[in-house]
């Protein structure tokens, strides 16, 4: 609690007030308190004097109940408070206010979290449904996936190089004819790494038109000027902590290749329409029928994608 004059000036200072703020009463008694603890809001906007509800209390006779403010310490630091302003007389006269505060800053940090964890459950459930939505449509498609049989020495080969590169988190460009089984290897090194535990989420790029690949990849926030109804994850997301397979990556425009490849390199994903940033830990695999030499060559790849 403390109290100020007509003038701001500060009157008296409890001793809970000097325990919070840091400030002695030798420090506040007879000077403007307001620019001492109430001068700045949290943003680092200035907080003009006639601005202040406390200033309206002691000037308009106006009782003024805050619920979340902050006011400075000496050491500099913020402290939330809310605080009730009340007007005080000296024989009818208006002759300052009184300002009973409460600290409420673990309490508001216990709400952020609390805030935070709430969205956090509800991004995993979103995610969740979209991933098992994903999953049936996959299973009930056409596009089945077995075991590689065979004994052959090219099958003996690839079953090798799986054996080989799945353990690393290392990219993996596929190339084969359609029909060689590109599939059924980004499923085979997907089932023998260290992410078999999340999905592999497939997206074939020839299957979609340039302008909804943007989509495909990076989903959308709802919207009713795109005429979105709901929000929707995009296969990037989907995948983290898994695996994305690009079959045909060469059909996907160069432009959304670079985005691609900026997303995975900043560990990061933002959907269409919106500017949170969702964390993105994902192993890519991509397919392609011709070499990727060939590709860059032709200018559908980035060069990037020769590491692979």
């Given at each position: 609690?403390?109290?100020?004059?007509?003038?701001?000036?500060?009157?008296?200072v409890?001793?809970?007030?000097q325990?919070?703020?840091g400030?002695?009463?030798?420090?506040?008694?007879?000077?403007?308190?307001?620019?001492?603890?109430?001068?700045?809001?949290?943003?680092?906007?200035?907080?003009?004097?006639?601005?202040?509800?406390?200033?309206?209390?002691?000037?308009f006779?106006?009782?003024?109940?805050?619920?979340?403010?902050?006011?400075?310490?000496?050491?500099?630091?913020?402290?939330?408070?809310?605080y009730?302003?009340?007007?005080?007389?000296?024989?009818?006269?208006?002759?300052?206010?009184?300002?009973?505060?409460?600290?409420?800053?673990?309490?508001?940090?216990?709400?952020?979290?609390l805030?935070?964890?709430?969205?956090?459950?509800?991004?995993?459930?979103?995610r969740?449904?979209?991933e098992?939505?994903?999953?049936q449509?996959?299973?009930?498609?056409?596009?089945?996936?077995?075991?590689?049989?065979?004994?052959?020495?090219?099958?003996?080969?690839?079953?090798?190089?799986?054996a080989?590169?799945a353990?690393?988190?290392?990219?993996?460009?596929?190339?084969?004819?359609?029909?060689?089984?590109?599939?059924?290897?980004?499923?085979?090194?997907?089932?023998?790494?260290?992410?078999?535990?999340?999905?592999l989420?497939?997206?074939?790029?020839?299957?979609?038109?340039?302008?909804?690949?943007?989509?495909?990849?990076?989903?959308?926030?709802?919207?009713?000027?795109?005429g979105?109804?709901?929000?929707?994850?995009?296969?990037?997301e989907?995948?983290?902590?898994?695996?994305?397979?690009?079959?045909?990556?060469?059909?996907?425009?160069?432009?959304?290749?670079?985005?691609?490849?900026?997303?995975?390199?900043?560990?990061?994903?933002?959907?269409?329409?919106?500017?949170?940033?969702?964390?993105?830990?994902?192993?890519?695999?991509?397919?392609?029928?011709?070499?990727?030499?060939a590709?860059?060559?032709?200018?559908?790849?980035?060069?990037?994608?020769?590491?692979?």
């Amino acid at each position: 609690m403390y109290g100020v004059n007509a003038e701001g000036e500060t009157t008296f200072v409890n001793r809970a007030a000097q325990e919070m703020l840091g400030w002695t009463a030798a420090d506040l008694l007879g000077r403007d308190i307001h620019s001492m603890i109430h001068h700045h809001h949290l943003d680092g906007r200035s907080y003009p004097e006639h601005d202040c509800p406390i200033y309206r209390s002691f000037r308009f006779e106006q009782v003024h109940r805050i619920e979340d403010e902050v006011f400075w310490r000496k050491d500099g630091k913020p402290i939330r408070v809310e605080y009730v302003s009340t007007p005080i007389y000296d024989q009818k006269v208006l002759a300052g206010a009184v300002v009973i505060f409460r600290d409420i800053t673990e309490r508001y940090e216990n709400e952020r979290r609390l805030r935070e964890a709430l969205a956090e459950v509800a991004a995993l459930r979103d995610r969740l449904e979209q991933e098992n939505a994903y999953l049936q449509e996959t299973i009930t498609s056409e596009r089945a996936h077995h075991e590689i049989i065979g004994a052959s020495d090219a099958v003996r080969q690839i079953l090798t190089r799986i054996a080989l590169v799945a353990p690393t988190e290392a990219p993996v460009t596929i190339t084969g004819e359609p029909g060689s089984g590109k599939s059924l290897v980004a499923t085979a090194i997907h089932t023998a790494s260290r992410r078999s535990r999340r999905a592999l989420i497939h997206l074939k790029c020839s299957a979609h038109a340039a302008e909804a690949l943007e989509i495909e990849l990076f989903g959308h926030i709802r919207s009713h000027a795109q005429g979105t109804q709901r929000d929707r994850p995009g296969k990037l997301e989907l995948a983290h902590g898994g695996t994305l397979f690009l079959e045909d990556l060469a059909e996907l425009p160069l432009d959304l290749q670079g985005r691609l490849l900026a997303a995975l390199q900043a560990g990061e994903v933002v959907r269409l329409g919106d500017t949170r940033a969702r964390p993105l830990d994902v192993r890519v695999v991509v397919a392609m029928p011709r070499p990727v030499e060939a590709e860059v060559a032709a200018g559908r790849c980035a060069p990037i994608w020769r590491c692979s």
